[in-house]
């Protein structure tokens, strides 16, 4: 019953200043010489989709690509089976949980973001992707292309060819080939400075302080325009 007119919505977003492709600092893996290494950060539960993650590491992996590196970043519910999943897979390290300080450099430090956000394990999510994903903002401050499902929300924040790759949820190889369009260097770094560029305008928390800012002066700018009550 409230006009839309009314209504400011405004995503999550990333503190730019923090985050960033050039962030340095100790981080809890190595990267090894001649890999691609793809990061997931976040809390491990099950449509959070760590594991889908792992399952495309092992497709990967059996297609002969062993010049990646997944890094799964973070602890949770899933945690135990998604290390269950990762066993015998050497191009998958977990690190546990790390403090939201040591992030920037943790993010700088890896080629491709992904957020496999499974949206069959949580019902809530069927009826539409709500969420305005932390990690996703992130990735995209640290100049990182981000690879997540092509659903609605999603790919408002992140445009399929523009700032990362999207693909069908519903197809089990989606993930995988996903992927394998990032390993080029040249495409990885162009949607890179694109994601760094888009969250600096649209997603940073100044960004956001500014559409605040202008919405609150234009209702009171409104509110003294309005006729007085006889």
Known sequence: WVPASRILEIERGADTDRFRPDATGPVPFARV?????????????????????????RQLRARGRIDLTAVLIGTGPERRRVQAEAEGLDTVVMTGAVAHDRMPACLAAADIGIAPFDV???????????????????????????VAPNLDRLSHIVRHGREGVLYDSADTSG??????????????????????????????WTAHCRRLEGAMTDVVNRAGQAPCAS
């Open 120 to 146: 069959a394990a949580h019902k809530p999510l069927q009826l539409g992707f709500y969420w305005s994903p932390l990690k996703v903002f992130e990735y995209m401050a640290a100049g990182l292309p981000v």
């Open 175 to 204: 993930l995988v080939g996903a992927i394998e369009t990032l390993l080029d260097p040249a495409r990885r770094r162009a949607l890179g400075i694109a994601a760094r560029t888009r969250v600096e305008t649209e997603f940073s």
């Open 33 to 57: 010489p001649g890999r691609v290494t793809l990061v997931f950060a976040g809390a491990f539960r099950p449509w959070h989709g760590a594991v889908q993650l792992v399952r495309a590491m």
